[in-house]
């Protein structure tokens, strides 16, 4: 029987996650699902043994216990999206399946951990925030984390189109932080779960590998798939 990857649906380049897969990564092995807060499928997440969290808008500030008036703040937010999006994290954990969360995925389980997020990173948007196309920074991997288990490099160039971040004086519970940027500011690039202890794979980082061609995340590292 295939392994069923439920990708959550964002409005923001979503073609993107699923052409992340090749037809060598997937053959007769690995179905993706579409996991839609527009659809709200939500019996489809019953079916999959493992997920990805993709990028895209803001969380709704509430979620986190925060005002929505800051800069760079959309216009709209899309709650619906939150609340789906919960329901793929607390499956995934209840039956411990993998995941894996990307840049807004990432900022979200630190949020439903009980973590806050740096809502806007100011002068630091020179040097994350998209414009027009993503930015590059290094990155600086922990060595003993997962991700460092998991990548065959500790270093290296990353793509970064955010300007949120995992606030980390308020780091969600039961969570460590696996990779810095490695500029002067060390926003936070990555976690995963500090005790792992009957957890599956988990892990998030804060770029976006579905479409970096690097050795971090990207098609030329040597991440398991989920």
Not at 3 to 28: C, E, H, M, P
Not at 97 to 110: A, F, H, K, S, Y
């Amino acid at each position: 029987m295939k392994k069923r990857i439920g990708i959550s649906f964002t409005k923001t380049n979503f073609q993107n996650y699923w052409n992340w897969f090749t037809v060598a990564d997937l053959q007769n092995d690995i179905e993706l699902v579409e996991l839609s807060f527009e659809k709200n499928n939500t019996d489809d997440i019953f079916t999959c043994d493992g997920f990805i969290l993709t990028g895209g808008i803001d969380i709704e500030p509430s979620f986190y216990n925060e005002d929505s008036s800051y800069a760079n703040a959309p216009d709209t937010f899309q709650e619906d999206r939150d609340s789906f999006e919960k329901k793929i994290y607390k499956y995934s954990q209840l039956h411990q399946l993998p995941l894996l969360g990307i840049c807004r995925g990432m900022q979200l389980v630190n949020v439903l951990q009980g973590g806050k997020l740096v809502q806007d990173l100011g002068t630091l948007n020179n040097i994350h925030k998209k414009e027009g196309s993503d930015k590059q920074h290094e990155v600086k991997v922990e060595k003993t984390s997962l991700l460092g288990e998991t990548v065959d490099a500790l270093t290296g160039k990353v793509n970064s189109a955010h300007h949120q971040a995992v606030a980390e004086n308020v780091l969600g519970r039961n969570l460590k932080v696996n990779a810095y940027s490695n500029s002067e500011d060390k926003t936070i690039e990555g976690i995963e779960f500090e005790n792992k202890s009957g957890k599956a794979f988990m892990l998030c980082v804060q770029w976006h590998p579905e479409r970096l061609e690097g050795k971090i995340c990207g098609r030329q590292c040597s991440c398991p798939a989920i």
